[in-house]
């Protein structure tokens, strides 16, 4: 089985480009996240079932605030799909400070947050299939959301967890995590969530076959992620040059003996 997944950047305007790459692709799934109302008009014209919910509301404008979408492309049929919504946290008053002070690079606040499943008919059998995307904010509010994840992942097939899991690794780039709420001791360089994921990875039975790949060059850190079950064998996992306008690139993972 072959799946990509991949976050095009919310600000990301080469629609046609990112139309392009998707659709010379050869793929059985793919999960994109941060995808733009035109961008997910472009997409619905593809020949494949497609699964989509909300990613996040941006205020970029008082009027009229900016809805982005997790998609997820098939080429098997979609039996039934749920978008998954985050719990609100608060916001500090640095944050809100850092985020207008950050609004000439994009940045803007967030007003609600999401993820997908989908539950997919394939060749060899049903599965669950999740495109995520998680909080910049820090550590324990990623911890809060995989706890929601964990919530609808399935015990009766096999779950594969997809996308931008925003795993800061890159020692001087965690101090972030400060200035978007998360405690002091969360934005030391030292402070190991990869290690905590790796356990959760393991306790629910995943495997990380991109583990130790950069995905965000700025971050140099694996931001995204392809999670498929442990006893499935991969046969290849890599990150792809082409990134058509986005801060992310493309990650690809192909595997076999999927039970």
């Known amino acids: 089985m072959k799946i990509f997944s991949w976050n095009v950047r919310w600000q990301n305007r080469r ?3 990112i139309a392009a790459f998707i659709c010379k692709q050869d793929f059985d799934l793919f999960a994109l996240q941060e995808v733009r109302e035109e961008l997910l008009q472009e997409i619905k014209k593809f020949p494949y079932e497609i699964a989509y919910a909300l990613d996040s509301v941006r205020a970029v404008g008082r009027e009229h605030p900016e809805l982005l979408y997790t998609v997820i ?76 994840i964990e919530s609808f992942m399935s015990e009766e097939m096999p779950n594969i967890l997809c996308g ?14 400060w200035l978007l709420g998360s405690p002091f001791s969360e934005s030391l360089p030292n402070h190991d969530e990869r290690s905590f994921f790796d356990e959760w990875i393991r306790n629910h039975g995943l495997q990380n076959p ?16 392809v999670l498929i079950p442990a006893s499935a064998s991969a046969a290849s996992a890599y990150v792809l040059s082409e990134r058509s306008g986005s801060d992310h690139s493309p990650v690809f993972v192909e595997f076999e003996n999927l039970s």
């Not at 944050?95 to 606040?109: D, E, H, N, Y």
């Not at 931008?164 to 001087?172: G, K, L, S, T």
């Open 164 to 177: 931008d899991f925003n795993i800061v690794e890159h020692p001087f780039i965690k101090f972030i995590s």
């Open 73 to 148: 492309l098939s080429r098997y049929p979609i039996l039934s799909q749920f978008g998954i919504s985050y719990p609100p946290f608060g916001t500090s008053f640095r944050t809100k400070l850092f985020i207008f002070c950050m609004r000439p690079f994009g940045w803007s606040r967030i007003l609600r947050r999401g993820s997908l499943f989908a539950d997919i008919n394939t060749p060899k059998g049903k599965l669950r299939f999740f495109s995520i995307h998680l909080t910049l904010a820090g550590p324990s509010f990623r911890k809060k959301e995989l706890a929601v």
């Open 15 to 17: 629609i046609s480009d």
């Open 210 to 225: 991109l583990r130790g790949k950069i995905t965000h060059p700025f971050s140099a850190s694996q931001l995204d992620h």
